[in-house]
Every structure is written in structure tokens, then in C-alpha cells.
């Protein structure tokens, strides 16, 4: 019944790692996000896609690299990890934008920790 | 460009205590305002939002007006419980897209 499902909840590794993070939603919607928390709970959009289609990419490093296979799938890829890097994850979908006033349905997030 | 400003937490409150949260934004035109609650350990859920102007978001006992002569959207509860304990973040967008501005978020901690 998970409508925004995120795997994995917890994610530890050394710097210059390379690491993936997953997203599933079954919700049925068109858009899907990746959002950035960090240590003081400050939240910012990394990039957006729609039906598989890059949307919003915001100013993040080259390194992060989102796939979304299909419009239900929007992973994350991470190259060379730095410990800045460390922080919570979350996946969130929502329906066809009109104007910008839908509800966002945000996953439980992946703590990264970058030693 | 567009930004949102929170009053900073933590906000410490006793039970049946009223609860205001302020929030103010910079926007042009007239974006949607919302205000999510990311409970411990969990990822954030949709508490209300508006989408225009003297609109009132309602749920759970919370409620914010969006006013647009003050550029406000301030989120209030009569009487608060110890499991209303969370962070609350108001956002906006007006991006056709979605894309979401948040406030810094405010911690809210309820005691018995």
C-alpha cells in the first residue's frame, strides 16, 4: 500500500563511492521529484521529471546523476561521494501540474552518511 | 526570486496550548501556498494548502489564511496535542511544474 516507496532507508559509505538510491511510486502520477535535506532540515529540489522526462534540474553537482526508467521509477546516482554529500534524501510524486497547486506525496527519505 | 521565511524554532508549547506559526513569502504573482509536517523519523506530508487569495486551508485542527496583501500564510491551532510534535514547513510554488519553495522549517514540541 506504500503510495512513495524509497530504498535504501539508510545508506553508509567512504568518500568517493559511487551509490544508488531508488524510487517506486504507485500512485499513478506523471511527475516525480528528488529533494535534498540537510543537517538543519533545509529542504531543496535537486531535479523534477515528467513521464521520464527531465523538467527541473536545479544547480547540483554533475556528480548526481536522476534515471527514470519509467514514469512509476526515479532513481538517484551518486559518483564519487564527499562528505558533503551526507544528508536525508526524499523522493516525492504528484499529479499533472495545473498552475503548480497539487499535492506532492513525499517518500519516508534515505539518510545518506558519507565517512 | 522566490523565497519563503519561517519563524525559527524550536517552539516549545504545553498541551491545549494555542500554536502560531508565521510565515511569510516573496513571489511574483500568485503562487500556491502550502504548509507540510514531517513528523520524527518520517518524510513530509501535506497538512493544507491555498491556491488563491483569502483562501483558508483546514485539516486536522490547523489553519492558515492566504493573505496577499501581507504576503502571509501563518498557521494556527487552538489547542495542541503532545503527537502534534513535528517540524512544519510552509512552501510555494507558481512554477507549472510544482516546483516547491520551502521555509527553513520550524520545529514544534508539544509537552504533556
Known amino acids: 500500500d506504500t503510495a512513495v516507496s524509497q530504498t535504501p532507508k539508510y545508506l553508509v559509505t567512504q568518500m568517493g563511492n559511487d551509490k544508488s538510491i531508488k524510487c517506486e511510486q504507485n500512485?499513478?502520477?506523471?511527475?516525480m521529484y528528488w529533494y535534498k535535506q540537510d543537517s538543519k532540515k533545509f529542504l531543496k529540489i535537486m531535479f523534477s521529471?515528467?513521464?521520464?522526462?527531465?523538467?527541473i534540474n536545479e544547480t547540483v553537482p554533475n556528480r548526481f546523476s536522476p534515471k527514470s526508467p519509467d514514469k512509476a521509477h526515479l532513481n538517484l546516482h551518486i559518483n564519487s561521494l564527499e562528505l558533503g554529500d551526507s544528508a536525508v534524501y526524499f523522493c516525492?510524486?504528484?499529479?499533472?501540474?495545473?498552475?503548480?497547486?497539487?499535492?506532492?506525496?513525499f517518500g519516508p527519505g534515505t539518510r545518506l552518511t558519507v565517512l | 526570486g522566490d523565497s519563503v521565511t519561517q519563524m525559527e524554532g524550536p517552539v516549545t508549547l504545553s498541551e491545549e496550548a494555542f500554536l502560531t506559526i508565521n510565515c511569510t513569502y516573496t513571489?511574483?504573482?500568485?503562487?500556491?501556498l502550502f504548509w507540510y509536517v514531517q513528523y520524527p523519523g518520517e518524510g513530509l506530508q501535506l497538512l493544507l494548502k491555498?491556491?488563491?487569495?483569502?483562501d483558508k486551508g483546514s485539516n486536522k485542527g490547523f489553519e492558515a489564511t492566504y493573505r496577499k496583501e501581507t504576503t502571509s500564510f501563518h498557521l494556527e491551532k487552538g489547542s495542541v496535542q503532545v503527537s502534534d510534535s513535528a517540524v512544519y514547513f510552509c512552501?510555494?510554488?507558481?512554477?507549472?511544474?510544482?516546483?516547491?519553495?520551502f521555509g527553513a522549517g520550524t520545529q514544534v514540541v508539544v509537552t504533556p
Open positions: 491555498a491556491t488563491k487569495a483569502d
Open positions: 512552501a510555494l510554488t507558481h512554477d507549472s511544474w510544482g516546483k516547491l519553495q
Open positions: 521529471y515528467n513521464n521520464k522526462e527531465l523538467i
Open positions: 516525492a510524486s504528484s499529479p499533472p501540474q495545473r498552475g503548480g497547486g497539487d499535492t506532492q506525496y
Open positions: 513571489a511574483t504573482g500568485y503562487p500556491s
Open positions: 500512485l499513478g502520477h506523471d511527475t
